[in-house]
């Protein structure tokens, strides 16, 4: 009976925490920021990608990401798809040198909303990093995608590299914690990109790797509590 008790009480207790998650996601997509509202019509009548564009900007914490950035600099966003946040990134300050990345063609097609500030390039984030030097270097949701974690490595390393003296390197990835929300975005991931491989890693795991790449002043910003999904926020700068 204790057992039985037990039970039903994780049960209840999971779904107030469900009901108050899905509540906090609600509240946080109704109060958007204006500047998140103005990107969100950037992107009106074009259709599937008008509707990725509102899905993503509704659990994806842009504005926490925007804020601890740089109003000053040239800033590299690395696989940009729709390039949601290099022109997030342009709408925010007139100072910026924003340059998007990826290596799709058909995102990068609806990339260009004619903003000032921000350019779009094809190409592979392995090659555009190694060529150029950056005040800034963002990745959303890219490391994860990657192939392996040998290649994360390698990627995080040429972006040590490619960042001039005091630059940053912004990550916005998966955390696996809270676990409930971690197991949500796996569902998510699998059904957004079925038949995908996807390499997470805590935010831990994430310092651990910056800082034995000689990152410095590593800091972690947990950025699950508005959103559906287990996202972490990860700053380092490199400093000699």
């Known amino acids: 009976m204790l057992f039985l008790n037990r039970i039903i009480n994780l049960k209840i207790k999971t779904i107030r925490e469900s009901l108050k998650l899905l509540r906090d996601c609600i509240t946080y997509g109704v109060n958007q920021d204006n500047n998140i509202k103005k990107l ?3 992107y009106k009548g074009l259709g599937y990608v008008t509707l990725f564009v509102y899905w993503r900007c509704f659990h994806t914490p842009y504005s926490d990401l925007e804020k ?3 109003k000053k600099g040239k800033i590299l966003d690395l696989g940009c798809g ?3 946040f ?3 990134l342009a709408l925010t300050s007139l100072n910026r040198e924003v340059v998007g990345c990826d290596i799709c063609k058909r995102k990068l097609k609806y990339s260009n909303r004619n903003l000032k500030g921000v350019k779009f390039v094809l190409s592979d984030a392995f090659q555009l990093v190694a060529s150029e030097k950056f005040d800034v270097i963002v990745m959303n949701h890219l490391l994860h995608h990657l192939q392996s974690y040998e290649s994360q490595d390698r990627l995080l390393k040429l972006c040590y590299e490619a960042l001039k003296e005091g630059g940053y390197l912004l990550i916005l ?4 914690r809270p676990y409930l929300k971690f197991l949500f975005t ?4 699998n059904v957004a990109y079925f038949g995908d491989k996807f390499y997470y890693r805590d ?3 994430f310092k651990i790797l910056l800082e034995n790449l000689g990152f410095k002043k590593i800091k972690i910003y947990p950025a699950y509590k508005k959103s559906l999904l287990s996202h972490v926020i990860i700053s380092a700068q490199k400093l000699n």
């Not at 990835?173 to 696996?176: F, P, W």
């Not at 796996?186 to 991931?189: A, F, G, K, R």
């Open 82 to 84: 729709y390039g949601l």
């Open 203 to 205: 935010n831990q795991e």
């Open 186 to 189: 796996q569902l998510v991931d």
């Open 173 to 176: 990835e998966i955390d696996k």
């Open 40 to 42: 969100k019509k950037l």
């Open 86 to 88: 290099s022109n997030l």
């Open 68 to 70: 601890l950035i740089p």
